[in-house]
T-cell receptor, first 114, second 116 residues
């Protein structure tokens, strides 16, 4: 079975500061990992994904995430934070092969203070 | 290229009623997945359809059912609605198929269902 833990249901940063959102996963097979963002009253937008290869993944809007197998982590970062980054962020895992579903964490709400 | 669309945007039903939610997949995608997102929670997988066949199901009762049509659009049907069914229902489309190793799901805007 696969699972995702997002540490911190709410993270608050100042505009211009580094954003760090934490995600740890559990998977019995090599995982595919995703970060999605959700703005109020909207669906999920893909930020970035890790499948194989380079462990540092770059996504849209300046976001990055690093896959660390030894730590079973896939933390999301963005320097610097903008007011427009305020949203809810979800980490998700999909096991490789024929396992088809995404398992999401509970989400982290990011607020950006001026 | 059009993205994933869902209808209706909002819906209010009463306990015991039935509801049908609709999803049009992104152009070129043959797989549709449905998720339930309760308030303050991450999305939970309901089921997936690949080429009109159910391709896996999450931990949801049989009163949650679905269909996929030849044009790969999909419906989610929920019978005997309960208060706990109140949630945002998200549809996601993808290329699908076991040969697609890096399959990515693209989400629609969701349907907000309120059960009174």
């Amino acid at each position: 079975a696969q699972s995702v833990t997002q540490l911190g249901s709410h993270v608050s940063v100042s505009e211009g500061a580094l954003v760090l959102l934490r995600c740890n996963y559990s998977s019995s097979v090599p995982p595919y990992l995703f970060w999605y963002v959700q703005y109020p009253n909207q669906g999920l937008q893909l930020l970035l994904k890790y499948t194989t290869g380079a462990t540092l993944v770059k996504g849209i809007n300046g976001f990055e995430a690093e896959f660390k197998k030894s730590e079973t982590s896939f933390h999301l970062t963005k320097p610097p934070a903008h007011m427009s980054d305020a949203a809810e962020y979800f980490c998700a895992v999909r096991s490789g092969g024929s396992n088809y579903k995404l398992t999401f964490g509970k989400g982290t709400l990011l607020t950006v203070n001026p | 290229e059009t993205g994933v669309t869902q209808s209706p945007t909002h819906l209010i039903k009463t306990r015991g009623q039935q509801v049908t939610l609709r999803c049009s997949s992104q152009s070129g995608h043959n797989t549709v997945s449905w998720y339930q997102q309760a308030l303050g929670q991450g999305p939970q997988f309901i089921f997936q359809y690949y080429r009109e066949e159910e391709n896996g199901r999450g931990n949801f009762p049989p009163r949650f059912s679905g269909l996929q049509f030849p044009n790969y659009s999909s419906e989610l049907n929920v019978n005997a609605l309960e208060l706990d069914d109140s949630a945002l229902y998200l549809c996601a489309s993808s290329l699908g198929g076991l040969a697609v190793r890096t399959d990515t799901q693209y989400f629609g805007p969701g349907t907000r269902l309120t059960v009174l």
